[in-house]
């Protein structure tokens, strides 16, 4: 409740969408995870614990940890830094995803693009309060 005041008084973009937004894109992102991660494990060239695999749980962690870091902690500057991890990390499941499977790798793209919007949010958020 008082994350969502806080949030509502900050001076945010003009590109920053309705609240609203980020509850259906946010399920939609994650479905798209999962089932990109299930995609991987499924694929034989994934044996065992394949190489794409702890870097999509390392930034799956990070984003777990956003919300808390920026909402909760209200920590703007931890949580443009925790973003950055959460881009590096994708970045390389991606490049890592792509020569076991491609659909797999594709389905990240989406995920990508919302995190550098995601980013630029966040930094502006950073700038203007």
Avoid: H
Avoid at 68 to 73: C, V
């Amino acid at each position: 409740m008082y994350e969502k005041l806080w949030y509502n008084k900050l001076i945010r973009s003009k590109f920053s969408p309705p609240n609203y937004v980020f509850g259906i894109v946010w399920p939609i992102l994650y479905a798209t995870l999962a089932i990109s991660f299930y995609i991987l494990i499924s694929d034989k060239k994934c044996i065992g614990i394949c190489k794409p695999i702890p870097f999509f749980i390392i930034q799956m962690i990070f984003n777990l940890m956003w919300t808390t870091i920026f909402f909760k902690f209200r920590m703007i500057r931890t949580a443009l830094a925790c973003t950055l991890v959460i881009i590096y990390f994708t970045i390389l499941t991606y490049t890592e995803m792509i020569k076991i499977n491609i659909i797999a790798s594709r389905l990240l793209i989406p995920y990508l693009l919302w995190l550098s919007f995601a980013f630029y949010l966040n930094f502006f958020i950073i700038l203007n309060n």
